[in-house]
């Protein structure tokens, strides 16, 4: 089980920390990553990390301002938004897949377990 935190409302160029907080499992055998979606959208990756930590991926449009992080001492992983700007609005999910690499594709079909998400919200 996902239970995704730490969404709100900021203003543009601000920073916010989502956090993912897991249960049952061995957190540090998986995968986890996150996801966002905006109203009318599909679904598009954010970010994955190994299940170590020590690799991660981002998609193209948050390298740079985003960071994804896990601690596997407290089942949690986090991402890290930085320079957050209106088009970063939508809903973030966190997501773990059963394999302990990053997403190779960033697909969703790469992840077969999901939180309820967080919603984000930049104003201009």
């Known amino acids: 089980q996902l239970q995704a935190s730490g969404g709100g409302l900021v203003q543009a160029g601000d920073s916010l920390r989502l956090s993912c907080a897991a249960s049952?499992?061995?957190?540090?055998?998986?995968?986890m990553g996150w996801f966002r979606q905006a109203p009318g959208e599909k679904r598009w990756y954010v970010a994955s990390?190994?299940?170590?930590?020590?690799?991660?991926d981002y998609a193209d449009s948050v390298k740079g301002r985003f960071i994804i992080s896990r601690d596997n001492d407290k089942n949690t992983v986090y991402l890290q938004m930085n320079s957050l700007q209106p088009e970063d609005t939508a809903i973030y999910y966190c997501?773990?897949?059963?394999?302990?690499?990053?997403?190779?594709?960033?697909?969703?079909?790469?992840?077969?377990?999901w939180g309820q998400g967080t919603q984000v919200t930049v104003s201009s």
């Open positions: 990390t190994s299940g170590s930590g020590i690799t991660t």
């Open positions: 049952g499992g061995t957190f540090s055998n998986h995968g």
């Open positions: 997501a773990g897949r059963r394999a302990y690499t990053v997403a190779r594709f960033g697909h969703v079909d790469e992840f077969e377990f």
